[in-house]
């Protein structure tokens, strides 16, 4: 097992800020330096174990999807080498967990897209039939593929809260407040850009989700982020149909009426909900072998998807 990177400490470059699981640089006016950190959130709170490899995992991953979807949709990467960007004693920290990357305008929401009924979907289900306020055929049972992929935008919450669902309409109020200005002379709208990151977001998830099924692997549900250019481009950012952003299942373990077992950090979230704990920092410690046990299964899942083993 590989050290773990719990947070980069990169000198050369300013930071602009550390997220749940990234760091982030200024690389001149019009690019980022992302690295990804081996930490670990659940119920959105930051555990102090980090998960050793999670962090290459999560880049080498994104990186493999942005590849093979890149005739979607544009995306975030530059090409540069992160490693030409830092100190020489630094580029240890980002090798095979950095990349450089164009320096977007976020869209203000999460693009989520489910494929199946679980999760807070299956409870929203039962409870009124309908996902999110997109009605559903009666009698599904859990985990059930739905009829066809749904989009059902989330509000971007800060640090330490909890995501929103909202309608797509109220997607379409917040990206008009927030792309105002950057989209301004353009001849588009924020309200056009969201319907844009929907119709991005249902066909990756849809491509993304028939390939992994050809490497034994469900894509439940995943989410998205875009960014948009001077020029009103969308572009795919953040990560893609990782671990972190998305729910893995087995194809031969599925079984429809049964949660089935995930690749995802739902083990960690499965071993914390056994413990005393009312889900708000600081979190309890995590064991050794839940530790292990949850690093394996982030590098299964990329070995399996990609048919590549992990670049240490």
């Not at 099924?213 to 875009?226: P, Q, S, V, Y």
């Amino acid at each position: 097992m590989t050290q773990a990177l719990y947070e980069s400490s990169i000198k050369s470059l300013p930071l602009l800020g550390r997220g749940k699981v990234r760091d982030i640089y200024a690389v001149g006016d019009d690019k980022l330096l992302i690295v990804t950190s081996d930490r670990l959130s659940a119920f959105d709170v930051i555990l102090s174990n980090p998960i050793p490899s999670k962090g290459k995992v999560l880049t080498q991953l994104a990186n493999f999807w942005f590849g093979k979807l890149a005739h979607i949709l544009p995306n975030q990467l530059t090409g540069i080498d992160p490693q030409s960007v830092v100190a020489a004693d630094e580029r240890e920290q980002v090798i095979g967990r950095g990349l450089v990357v164009k320096r977007l305008k976020p869209l203000p929401i999460e693009a989520v897209v489910r494929g199946y009924l679980i999760g807070s979907g299956w409870k929203d289900y039962q409870q009124t039939g309908a996902v999110c306020g997109i009605k559903l055929p009666a009698g599904l049972q859990l985990a059930a593929k739905l009829p066809e992929p749904i989009f059902t935008p989330a509000s971007k919450a800060e640090q330490g809260e909890h995501d929103e669902n909202i309608s797509f309409e109220q997607a379409q109020i917040n990206c008009n407040a927030t792309l105002a200005d950057i989209l301004k002379g353009t001849g588009k709208t924020g309200a056009q850009a969201a319907a844009e990151a929907r119709d991005a977001a249902i066909a990756l998830y849809s491509e993304a989700a028939d390939f992994a099924l050809t490497r034994g692997i469900i894509i439940a549900d995943t989410k998205f982020e875009f960014g948009v250019d001077a020029a009103g481009t969308l572009h795919l950012i953040d990560e893609a149909l990782t671990p972190d952003s998305s729910r893995f299942w087995p194809a031969d373990s599925y079984k429809l009426g049964s949660n089935p077992p995930s690749y995802d950090k739902q083990y960690v979230r499965d071993h914390l909900e056994t413990l005393d704990w009312n889900k708000k920092a600081p979190a309890p410690s995590l064991p050794a072998e839940v530790i292990a046990r949850t690093s394996e299964k982030y590098i299964e899942a990329f070995e399996q998807l990609t048919g590549q083993k992990l670049a240490d």
